[in-house]
Structure formats: C-alpha cells, structure tokens
C-alpha cells in the first residue's frame, strides 16, 4: 500500500478543521437552544423546534440546496454578507463548516436538552431565592449540572461533521484542498478508475479520525465524573 | 416584621386563598399535609405567582395584582430551607454555604459566625453528597443564612428527619432566631416544633387560613383548639429532674391538679400556680395556668372542677407523670 499522498493529507486536515468550525459554530445556539426548548414555553416554540430539527429528518441534498438559496451569492443572507463585509460562504471551508454545523445542530439541541429537562428545577429555585438571576442560575447551576450532556451533544455534532456529504457537496462543492473533506475525497476517489487504494487509505484515516474523537469524549466524561465531588466549576 | 399577605392562587384542582396580617417576628404556619401551607410559603418567597391579592413586607409591595407588581424571587431577599435540603451538587459544602454571600451583603454576621453557631466546621470539606440528612439541613440553613435575607422560611425543615436528627437542627432554628435577630417563619404539620420556636400562629386547612393569633388566643377557638390538640398540642415547662434543669412539653391531658400539694402520688413532678382562664370546650375544660415560670395548659371535666372549686385565680397544684414529661434541649 503506498503512503498517504499530500492531497490526502490536506483532506484529512481539512475535514478536521471543517469539524472543529462547525463544532464552534453550533455550540452557543446549540446550547441556548436546548435550554430555550427544555426550560421555556413560549408563541411559536413548534415551529422553532421544527426548523431546528429539519435537517434530522430531510435529506442532506435538500438542506444543502435550501444553504445554496439562502447564503449563495444572490441569497438573501448571502448577498447581505457579500455586500457588507466582502464574505463569501459558498466554495470556502468555512461554508463546508457552516453546512456541517446546520447538519450537526438538531443533535447537539437534542442533546443539551435532554440534559437540561434532567438538571432538577427544585435546585434552581433554591438558587432563585439565595438571590441568583436567572442568567447566573443558568451560568452557575443549569450549565454546569448539564455539562455531560453538553460534552456529549458537541462529540456528536463533531461526528456528524466528520461524516456530512451530502449538504457540503452542494451547498461548498468538491474543491480539492477547499472543499474536499474526506468523506468527498473518499467518493471522488472511487469515481477516478485505479482508485480503490486511495479510498481504502482515506477510508482508514476517517476512521482514525473519529476513533481519536471518541477517545476525547470519553476522557472528558471521566473527568466530568471523577471531578464531580471535588472539582468546582469556576464561578 | 410586617407581613401582609392577601392572595389567592388556583393550581389544578386546588385553590389557595389566604390572608395573613402580623406583626410578629416569628411565626408558625400550621397545618395538616396537603392544606397549602408550602404553596404559601412559595408565594411570599415569589416563587409561585398567585392569580389576584397583594403580597408586602415591611412596606416593601412584593406582589400586587391591580398595579401589575411582581418582584422576582432573586430580588425579594428573602431566605428559604427547604424540606428536601437542595444543596448544589457540583459543588463542595463550603462552596454551598457561600453561594448566597455577595460583597454588598457583609454585616450581619460572618461565614466564621455561622460555621460556629450551626457547627459546621468538620463538615466544610467534606463532599455535600455525602452528608447526613440532618447535616444537608444544617448546610441549607446556614447557606439560606449568609445570603443574609430579610425574613427567613422554613418549610417542614425537620420532617424528612428522624427524631433524633430533629433534635440536631430544632435547637439551632430556636438559637437562629434569637441570636441572629433575624425575622422567621417555619412551616410544618407538626405543632410542638412550631411552638418550640414561637407561639404565634396562622392556622391553614384546605387551602384556606382558619386561624390566627397567639397560642393562647387560638386556644379559646374552638375549631383552631380540636385542630390543634389532635396535633400535638403542649405547654412548656420547665423542671428538675435529677437535679438537672430540663425544659419539657407536656399535653394537656397530662397534666393533673389538685389544690393542695397532695403527699404520695405517683406523679413524679409539681409545680404551684394560678389559673388565670378556664375555658369551656364541651366534655373538657381548659386549664390556663401561670406558674412562676410558664404559662401552662391543662384538659379538666366540669365534676372536677365544681368538686375542687376551681375558678379564675384560684391556686393549684400541677402533676405530671414523669412517662408524660417530653424532654427537650
């Protein structure tokens, strides 16, 4: 088997920032929104639910088509930062992380949100009347109490965004050292006739790549749970 | 402390309604379980928002359905223990105990002053997860403490609690409240622990406040005096036994009088006073007695006293068996 190439090299380096963008993209409204969707009742909580969990439920074309509408080049959303701050989304990595980190949101929600729904109220209250805010409850107890399902909830929203095709194929396209993360780079090797041994070696350092980030998660939860009597989050 | 409550609350199929006007600066809510009695306690610590009414302490309006006021709980400075004692888990016992202080709220007294009188110290390092029921009371009540709040609830703080643990916190919610200066109220079903911290009562069933007054001002109702006296109803006194000072309680029906000091009874302790009330409540009469230093209550029939010639201001002689003398402290 020949060694790894440079462009595989920079697929895998790729795919790992295009994780890392999209695991920082998602992690504040994924956490507000798993708080917002655990703890509030509010006009309109369906519908925010829905648009959020969509991309769970439709295909990855779809959303990557529905991203091209929104943040193309003559997208509303698109066009405004174009205009504005000079920004293109489409054909960089950074759209490929943002197309990752739409994917990877309904599981990050889902998770912190769980964790929230198990975080007991009776516990909130008792900061309430030793005179906390609720944005201290939430920074102080909520967050913290919630912390491995917010651990868990950015693990999988890493994965997701190892694994996401469909939406960053055509939402950021196939570009080679832009684009094309590994799970692109596997497909676009398997279409090239010869190249089956580049899609094995690919396929083996994706497979490294989310083993690596499994080892990290489950670190961080032994941590969590030997630190829990002793280790005092900062305040 | 001024507490005026006028509040009404309706939560599924049960309605709160209650007014309460004192001036006191302990108070005891008393009640059977389900009565609303926690409910109340919510709704002046803001943590349940009632439907219509009023709600003030000392001047401060708190709740008032017609000016659209609501005052948070975080900004009531109000304290509350809970029954189930809602220590942080994340956190380490000290950490609890400090997670209500702020710089603004220095002065009353100290983290040093509050680990001494609740004797928390062998407790500060220890993991809050691993502490005893009695000591997770301890710990809440001295964190309700150093947040230093205006007025303190107590909601069945000691019924979780065996009664050997009880005897762990009751002593210090009396040392609290007279050492500290600082204005109570404490919630439970059970009316001695009430009465060892104050005699000033609000009455509560069904969701309604049957009763207010003084101990002795509720005694002369007849529906406050049955509800009580199935509860445990009981006056303090104070004896010696073995030539120790102990406070007792003892139950009206436990107490015999006679008007001489009778020679060769079983009844192992006396005490002379005067009877300053009878008051009539059907088969019994009840017995208000003043001696040098009570006030005591005492169950009698009609025969004894026309037999005895008891009447207001006539002296007595107390019995009590020594298996009825309920120690404390």
């Known amino acids: ?235 | 402390m001024h507490l005026a409550v006028d509040i009404s609350l309706r939560q599924g199929g049960f309605t709160l309604n209650a007014s309460i006007d004192c001036w006191s600066s302990a108070l005891g809510v008393f009640g059977p379980s389900g009565s609303g009695k926690s409910t109340l306690i919510r709704v002046i610590a803001g943590l349940a928002k009632p439907d219509s009414g009023y709600l003030e302490l000392d001047g401060d309006v708190l709740f008032d359905s017609e000016n659209r006021i609501w005052v948070p709980p975080h900004l009531r400075g109000i304290g509350v223990v809970f029954q189930d004692a809602r220590l942080f888990p994340h956190w380490s016992t000290e950490k609890n105990l400090r997670a209500g202080m702020t710089l603004e709220t220095t002065g009353m007294f100290s983290f040093e002053h509050i680990v001494k009188l609740l004797e928390l110290q062998p407790l500060l390092k220890r993991s809050v997860n691993d502490l005893s029921g009695g000591e997770k009371q301890r710990v809440a009540l001295g964190r309700a403490l150093l947040a230093h709040p205006r007025l303190l609830l107590m909601d069945e703080p000691v019924s979780g609690l065996d009664a050997k643990l009880k005897e762990q916190i009751l002593p210090f919610l009396a040392r609290v409240h007279r050492e500290l200066h600082l204005p109570c109220i404490l919630v439970s079903h059970d009316l001695p622990d009430i009465l060892r911290l104050t005699d000033r009562l609000v009455l509560v069933r069904d969701g309604m406040v049957c009763g207010q007054n003084t101990l002795e001002g509720l005694v002369t109702q007849r529906g406050a005096f049955d509800m009580m006296r199935r509860s445990g109803l009981m006056s303090f006194v104070s004896l010696e036994v073995d030539g120790e000072p102990v406070r007792a309680g003892v139950r009206p029906d436990e107490i015999m009088l006679a008007n001489r000091p009778v020679e060769g009874l079983s009844a192992r302790y006396r005490k002379p006073g005067v009877i300053v009330r009878l008051i009539d409540h059907g088969p019994t009469i009840l017995c208000l007695i003043d001696t040098d230093e009570e006030r005591l209550m005492a169950d009698i029939t009609p025969d004894a006293v026309r037999e005895l010639g008891l009447k207001e201001g006539s002296p007595v002689w107390c019995f009590f068996k020594a298996g009825a003398v309920h120690s404390f402290d």
Request: hydrophobic share 55%; proline share 5%.
């Open chain 1, 1 to 235: 088997m020949k060694s790894i190439s440079p462009a595989e090299w920079t697929a895998l380096l790729l795919s790992a920032k295009v994780a890392f963008g999209a695991v920082a993209a998602v992690t504040l409204p994924g956490v507000l929104l798993g708080w917002l969707l655990a703890r509030k009742n509010f006009y309109g909580k369906v519908l925010v639910e829905s648009l959020v969990y969509a991309p769970l439920v439709m295909p990855p074309v779809v959303t990557g088509y529905l991203l091209l509408v929104l943040c193309g080049r003559n997208g509303p959303v698109g066009g405004w930062l174009g205009r504005t701050f000079g920004w293109q989304l489409i054909f960089t990595w950074q759209g490929a992380a943002l197309a990752s980190a739409v994917m990877a949101l309904p599981l990050m929600v889902r998770s912190v949100r769980l964790a929230v729904e198990l975080v007991d109220r009776r516990l909130e209250e008792a900061a309430s009347v030793l005179g906390y805010s609720p944005w201290r409850i939430f920074l102080n107890i909520t967050l913290p109490l919630a912390r491995s399902g917010i651990f868990a909830g950015l693990l999988l929203a890493f994965a997701r965004s190892l694994g996401e095709f469909g939406a960053t194929i055509t939402f950021a396209g196939n570009i080679q050292g832009v684009t094309q993360t590994l799970p692109l780079a596997i497909y676009s090797a398997l279409q090239m006739p010869g190249g089956e041994a580049a899609a094995a070696r690919l396929s083996v350092l994706s497979l490294l790549l989310s083993l690596m980030a499994l080892g990290f998660s489950e670190w961080l939860a032994r941590r969590a749970k030997t630190g829990r009597s002793t280790h005092a989050p900062c305040r």
